[in-house]
């Protein structure tokens, strides 16, 4: 009878799991069987349901003798988890190794575990027939996980996939200048990208043809940043009446009244349309007050002082029909 320390068991979940610690990679059927009885009868599994039952040993002729079968009962077989690096293969060997969940229906006896991959030598007769533990569909996705979470720092051994995604990323980071082989990808990207003198281009066929944004004669739908256009690409008389609509010349027109007498701004003050009323509204005099007034006649717009001369009739009122 081998009892090993490096056995052993999770009682408070379903199905229970029974561990082979990280320092072994192989256990036989026999120890396996052994330690669990052992750890059955302790007093942390004497409550518990029995974890192990076992059948064969029976003799069949001198030196030979039925393989030892065993089934863990609501239970699996786990090696314990190894660190990311790379995978660890772990045996199980010596007889038949089989698991029934609570209900008591065959299940896989093997839990996976991060980097080891179990090999469970089942035996038939005298024949040893090495089998694979089976994933299930929920172990693939947590593997497909793990894998997809993987830092790609921490492959670069040269070759593997990890070090030709790491270089693909770096292809972000070169200047489109040193893109200089004719054929590749990243000169038909320099070329579609930046023309001879530097300057962006626009093309329909990126692959083979491509013309400057000023050689572009059907310019609809095109938009032009702030200070896209500089003031010298402007001929002479190149705006004129058609190409501003009535809310463009309004919209000037509104700017010009606006202006300051000085130039240089625009003002509610001493502008335009401020000078112009004087010619048009109503103005009104009151002692020593003149007062012009806006559009509607009411609204005081502007006020000046007014200075009398003696023996002369004043002007009281001017009101523009």
């Known amino acids: 009878m ?88 772990c045996a199980v060997r010596g007889g038949n190794l089989t698991a029934l969940d609570v209900a008591g229906d065959p299940v896989p006896p093997i839990k996976p575990t991060a980097y080891t991959q179990v090999v469970v030598e089942q035996a038939s007769g005298s024949t040893a027939v090495e089998t694979i533990a089976a994933l299930t569909e929920q172990d693939k996705l947590d593997i497909a996980d793990r894998v997809l979470d993987e830092l790609i720092a921490e492959h670069q051994i040269t070759g593997s996939v990890g070090a030709a995604l790491a270089s693909i990323a770096t292809i972000w980071d070169r200047l489109l200048s040193g893109m200089v082989t004719v054929g590749s990808i990243g000169k038909k990207l320099a070329d579609w990208a930046l023309g001879s003198d530097g300057k962006v281009l626009v093309s329909e066929d990126a692959h083979t043809s491509g013309q400057t944004v000023a050689d572009m004669t059907d310019k609809t739908g095109m938009a032009i940043g702030v200070g896209g256009i500089p003031s010298t690409a402007f001929a002479a008389g190149a705006i004129d009446d ?23 701004a625009s003002s509610t003050s001493r502008n335009v349309r401020n000078a112009l009323r004087a010619l048009r509204n109503k103005t009104v005099i009151t002692e020593d007050t003149l007062t012009i007034m806006e559009e509607d006649d009411q609204t005081p717009a502007w006020a000046a002082s007014v200075t009398r001369t003696a023996d002369t009739q004043p002007v009281s009122e001017v009101d523009p029909t």
């Not at 999770?10 to 069987?33: C, F, G, H, K, N």
């Not at 599994?45 to 040993?57: F, H, R, Y």
């Not at 058609?242 to 240089?264: H, I, K, N, P, W």
């Open 2 to 89: 081998a009892v090993q320390n490096y056995i052993s068991v999770d009682w408070d979940v379903s199905p229970r799991i029974v561990t082979v610690a990280d320092t072994e990679t192989a256990v036989t059927i026999q120890d396996l069987y052994d330690t669990l009885r052992t750890l059955e009868s302790a007093s942390n599994g004497v409550d518990n349901d029995s974890i192990v039952s076992g059948a064969g040993k029976e003799v069949l002729g001198p030196g030979l003798a039925v393989g030892l079968t065993i089934a863990l009962l609501d239970a699996k077989l786990a090696f314990e988890a190894r660190p990311p690096s790379t995978y660890v293969q």
């Open 242 to 264: 058609a190409a501003l609509d009535a809310s463009a010349g309004q919209t000037v027109a509104d700017e010009m009244l606006g202006r300051d007498l000085v130039g240089g």
